[in-house]
């Protein structure tokens, strides 16, 4: 157990699976105190916030679906009062609707940008009125910000996209009070969203420069370097962990 974030109170968006559970047992292996939100699957969330807590950290999930905004800025009030304050908010929670461009209703629309852009604006102007200097918002966007190389995604790859501008934003907005914002770009990752076996899997593997998939671990390690000290000047930055999907 390392102790880089010892001290450090942390909420992790969609931390019950995949990446962000991943990322929530990185932290508190750091030493960092986790709340993380969940929508469907309570069973997933416990298990995760026991992981946490059997390596003496706070831990607690709190039921928050980002595609509803009060319900999002209700989750960063629980953490925050639970742990007296926040350092780090990881924006993790997405979804992706790749559905062809003839089909793609509205409301999918208006559900993929409110989950993945709305809930990261939101949860980030809350969570920064808990924060003193060296606080971190880090967002996790993904590749296809840059690169999607399969039709049906145009809205998630919008949104994805649409984060890139918002940390360059948030940054300014940030900077003079000490807090970073950054956004991480993965590539194809191996979890329940994008699973690193049948058809679609071996299309994504053909064009990584890496034949394979990463681990939401891979991801977690970025963000742990992004939570911790060793990244204090860095901040407004996109950094892609894609197996040379973009080379
Ligand atoms: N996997 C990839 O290849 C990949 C690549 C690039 C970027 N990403 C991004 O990485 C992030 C995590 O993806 P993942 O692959 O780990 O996804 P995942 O396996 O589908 O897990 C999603 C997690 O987010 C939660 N969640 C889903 N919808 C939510 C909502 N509306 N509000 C709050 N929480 C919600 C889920 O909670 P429940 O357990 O309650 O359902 C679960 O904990 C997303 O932003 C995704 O776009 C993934």
Known sequence: MGTTLQGKRALVTGGSRGIGAAIVRRLAREGADVALTYVSRPDAAD???????????????????SA????????????????????????????????????????????????????????????????????????????NAERIPFPGGSVYALSK???????????????????????????????DLNPAEGDFAEALKKVTALPRYGTADEVAAMVAYLAGPEAGYVTGASLTIDGGFTA
């Not at 807590?53 to 679906?65: E, H, S, T």
């Not at 940030?174 to 950054?182: C, E, H, Y």
Request: net charge negative; proline share 2%.
């Open 68 to 143: 509803d905004g009060a319900a999002v800025v209700a989750a960063v009030e629980r953490a925050a009062a639970e742990f007296n304050g926040l350092d780090i908010l990881v924006n993790n929670a997405g979804i992706a609707v790749i559905t062809p461009l003839d089909d793609y209703s509205i409301e999918d629309f208006d559900r993929v940008l409110a989950v993945n852009v709305r809930a990261v604006f939101l949860a980030t102007q809350a969570a920064v009125r808990h924060m003193e200097a060296d606080g971190r918002i880090i967002n996790i966007g993904s590749v």
């Open 161 to 191: 996209a649409a984060l890139v501008g918002l940390v360059k934003g948030l940054a300014r907005d940030l900077g003079a009070r000490g807090i970073t914002v950054n956004n991480i770009q993965p590539g194809p990752i191996d979890t």
């Open 47 to 65: 298990e995760v916030v026991a992981a946490a807590r059997a390596l003496g950290v706070r831990a607690l999930a709190i039921q928050a679906d």
